[in-house]
């Protein structure tokens, strides 16, 4: 197995680019996934990103690759940050920003909030054009059992951003067995209400098993390996249910 991924100030250790991408803000992306992640998901379909690739970019460099695409970055496109936690990288993306400005780039950040609020994690923020943030669990308890992590920390990102009025969209993995049930739905909205969380979207995704042979191949042991994907249809229920949940709230 690598080691565990820890960051320098001036470079970060980079798992993968995808030029491209369509799903992790709007417009044409182009993704940088960092390598580190705090948490250690049951259902994380990206094991590889929690290790060193050996990869190490300076900002420099990493904008150099993003540039070649600006053409493609009309109509609202960008960068997306991504792992992995791209906020444990918040240095090297604060020196990404004074180079995309100067390009009129912009940047979204793909996170699970799972960070210290820092003054260089806030500046990452605010320099954002969106936040897409994961919502995991509804509760401390499950929160922990399921990613290891503590749930105020997401929390108090959400709450920062919704303060700023920061353009802000909500994510939720839905597993079987876990959190698939209408009840359950309807307590990621109630914890999103009561906390007064200000969001553009609420959306849910679902499980698949794509990234089990990574398991393997890490010779990690893979907590819901046996577990199915969340079949499409059981998505776009639960997906409803939230909404209305949601616009009930809203009153
Ligand atoms: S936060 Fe993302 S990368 Fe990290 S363990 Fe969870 S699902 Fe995997």
């Given at each position: 197995m690598r080691e565990p991924s820890t960051t320098r100030c001036d470079m970060a250790d980079i798992h993968s680019f995808e030029s491209?991408?369509?799903?992790?803000?709007?417009?044409?992306r182009y993704a940088v996934f960092f390598t580190g992640c705090p948490l250690r998901c049951?259902?994380?379909?990206?094991?590889?990103?929690?290790?060193?690739?050996?990869?190490e970019m300076t900002a420099e460099e990493v904008f150099n690759k993003i540039r070649r695409f600006k053409p493609y970055f009309r109509n609202g496109g960008g960068v997306t940050f991504s792992g992995g936690e791209p906020l444990l990288n918040s240095v090297f993306i604060n020196e990404m920003f004074d180079l995309l400005k100067n390009e009129d780039i912009g940047y979204c950040i793909d996170t699970s909030g799972s960070v210290e609020l820092t003054d260089g994690v806030k500046r990452a923020v605010d320099n954002a054009d969106m936040i897409i943030l994961d919502?995991?669990?509804?509760?401390a308890g499950k929160y922990k059992l399921y990613t290891g992590g503590d749930i105020e920390k997401p929390l108090a990102l959400g709450r920062y951003c919704t303060e700023k009025g920061k353009r802000l969209v909500l994510r939720t993995v839905i597993a079987p067995g876990i959190n698939d049930t209408n009840e359950d739905v309807e307590k990621y909205a109630g914890y999103v209400s009561e906390n007064g969380l200000k969001f553009e979207k609420y959306e849910l995704l679902a499980f698949h098993t794509m990234g089990f042979f990574k398991y393997d191949n890490l010779k990690i042991r893979n907590p819901l390996a046996g577990t199915p994907a969340l079949e499409a249809e059981k998505l776009d229920e639960l997906q409803k249910h939230l909404n209305e949940t949601l616009k009930v709230k809203e009153g």
């Open positions: 491209f991408a369509a799903l992790d803000g709007e417009g044409i049951a259902y994380c379909h990206n094991p590889d990103t929690w290790f060193r690739s050996g990869n919502i995991k669990f509804y509760d």
